[in-house]
C-alpha cells in the first residue's frame, strides 16, 4: 500500500461520526419518576380550573404548553403547597373584595380581604368578586371610625391645590377637633355604597356612571348617573352603623319575559330606608331604583381613608326587617359554593383519571388532598372568624346572638 493510501485511510477515519454520548443517568431517572405528557397536562389542568385548585392549575397548565422536557414534569408536593397558599391569599374560597376589580389608590386591609381604606384624593371603589345576575341578595356594610382631621391633613401632600373653600373647611373642621366639638363641617372621611357591573369606574364613586347605583353617606341620598336625590327617604349614615344594600332580580318566565321588577334597596341597622306603603297588610314601596337586567357586584367606595368593611353572610348584625310578604333575601355569600371536602377532592380525580399510568395518578391524587386541605381550612377558619366577628358587633349594640354558638363552625 502506498503512502498516499494510507493517509486518505487514516483521514477518513479520524472523520468518522463520534458516538452519542449516553444520557445522564439523573436526568433519565428524573423523566422516568415524573415526566407527563402534554395532553394529561392539560386534561389534569382543565380538571383543576372547574374545581377552584388555582396552584395545581397554574402548575400543570404550565406543563401542558411546556416544549421542554425539564419543565414537562409533574409538580412537586412543595410546589404545590407554595402556589396554593399564594392562591388561597390572594383569592380566598369565599365572597370578598377583588384585588383585581379594585382601584390601585384603594387599600383591602385584612387577610380575609372585607376591609377597605383609602382614596385620600378622590373617590375610588372596590367590587366583590361575585355577582347577581338572577334572584334576591344581600350584603352588609359595616362604617368603621375615619381618620381624625389632623391625621388627614397630615397625610396630605405638600404640593396638594385645594379650592378656598375647602381650605376654609380644613381649618374649620380642624378647630372644631381642638375644641373637641362636633365636625361642623364636610371635611373628612366619606363612603358610597351599592352596587357595580364590571363597566363600572373604578376611578369614582358608586353612582358616578349609568352602570352603578350608590347611597351617599351625607344625608341617605341617593344618586345614579351622578345625578342625586335627596328626597327620596334615605338616612344619613356614619361611623358604627351597618348598611345593608339589597338587590332583587326576578327571573325571566320560559318566554323569556319578567316575572316581575328588578329594585335595588337599603336598609340602616336593619331598617330600611325609603317610604313603605302598607295596603290592607301588605308592605310595598322603598326601592331606591330600578335598574336594567345585568350582573350586579357588591360595591363600596371611600374617599380622604374613610373605612369599610363588608359581611356577605351568611349571618348578620342586622337581618333585614319589614319585608314585604313574599321577599326573601340571600346572603351574598350563597353566591360562591364553598370548596369540596378533601375526600369528595381526591374521589373526583381518581373518577375523571387525567393520567392514564396508575403511579401518575396517585401522584395527582396527592397534589390534590394537599390542595383541597388548605382550602378546606381556609375556609374553616373564615366561618369560624365571621361568627366571632358577628357575636362581637350584636353584643356591642345589645342584640341575640342566639343561634349562633351552635353553628357548626363556630
Given at each position: ?217 351625607i344625608g341617605g341620598s341617593k344618586i345614579h348617573c351622578s345625578k342625586r336625590d335627596d328626597k327620596w327617604g334615605g338616612e ?175
Amino acid at each position: 500500500t502506498s503512502v498516499k493510501d494510507e493517509t486518505v485511510a487514516s483521514t477518513r477515519q479520524t472523520k468518522k461520526r463520534p458516538r452519542s454520548p449516553m444520557p445522564d443517568e439523573s436526568s433519565s431517572a428524573t423523566a422516568k419518576q415524573g415526566a407527563i405528557n402534554p395532553a394529561s397536562a392539560a386534561a389534569a389542568a382543565q380538571l383543576s380550573a372547574s374545581m377552584g385548585w388555582n396552584g395545581l392549575y397554574s402548575l400543570l397548565s404550565a406543563s401542558a404548553i411546556s416544549t421542554t422536557s425539564t419543565t414537562n414534569v409533574m409538580p412537586t408536593s412543595e410546589q404545590v403547597e407554595q402556589a396554593a397558599t399564594k392562591s388561597v391569599q390572594e383569592c380566598p374560597p369565599f365572597v370578598h373584595l377583588s384585588k383585581t376589580d379594585s382601584a390601585p389608590q384603594l387599600k383591602i386591609l385584612d387577610d380575609r380581604r372585607l376591609t377597605i381604606k383609602g382614596g385620600m384624593r378622590g373617590y375610588r371603589m372596590s367590587r366583590a368578586t361575585h355577582g347577581v345576575s338572577s334572584g334576591n341578595y344581600y350584603y352588609e356594610a359595616i362604617i368603621l371610625e375615619p381618620p381624625s382631621v389632623s391625621e388627614i391633613v397630615e397625610s396630605l401632600p405638600s404640593n396638594v391645590r385645594m379650592g378656598k373653600k375647602l381650605q376654609d373647611q380644613i381649618q374649620q373642621a380642624l378647630l372644631d377637633e381642638k375644641e373637641g366639638q362636633e365636625n361642623s363641617t364636610q371635611f373628612g372621611g366619606h363612603a358610597r355604597l351599592g352596587w357595580s357591573m364590571r363597566t363600572g369606574d373604578l376611578q369614582a364613586p358608586v353612582g358616578y356612571d349609568k352602570w352603578s347605583f350608590g347611597l351617599r353617606d351625607i344625608g341617605g341620598s341617593k344618586i345614579h348617573c351622578s345625578k342625586r336625590d335627596d328626597k327620596w327617604g334615605g338616612e344619613a349614615f356614619g361611623p358604627g352603623d351597618v348598611v345593608g344594600c339589597a338587590i332583587s332580580l326576578p327571573p325571566k318566565d320560559e318566554d323569556g319575559n319578567p316575572t316581575g321588577v328588578n329594585t335595588i334597596k337599603f336598609f340602616k341597622n336593619g331598617t330600611p330606608m325609603g317610604d313603605i306603603v302598607v295596603t290592607k297588610g301588605r308592605k310595598e314601596g322603598g326601592e331606591a331604583f330600578h335598574p336594567p337586567d345585568g350582573v350586579y357586584y357588591p360595591a363600596v367606595s371611600t374617599y380622604m381613608g374613610a373605612g369599610v368593611k363588608i359581611n356577605p353572610g351568611p349571618y348578620f348584625v342586622y337581618p333585614p326587617r319589614k319585608q314585604k310578604t313574599g321577599y326573601k333575601l340571600q346572603p351574598v355569600s350563597n353566591l360562591c359554593k364553598p370548596p369540596v371536602a378533601i375526600e369528595e377532592a381526591i374521589a373526583k380525580a381518581q373518577k375523571e383519571k387525567p393520567f392514564r399510568k396508575s403511579d401518575m395518578l396517585q401522584k395527582f391524587q396527592e397534589l390534590v388532598e394537599i390542595e383541597a386541605k388548605l382550602l378546606h381550612d381556609a375556609y374553616q377558619k373564615h366561618r369560624r372568624k365571621h361568627i366571632e366577628e358577628i357575636i362581637e358587633e350584636r353584643e356591642k349594640r345589645s342584640l341575640s346572638i342566639s343561634g349562633l354558638e351552635e353553628d357548626e363552625f363556630y
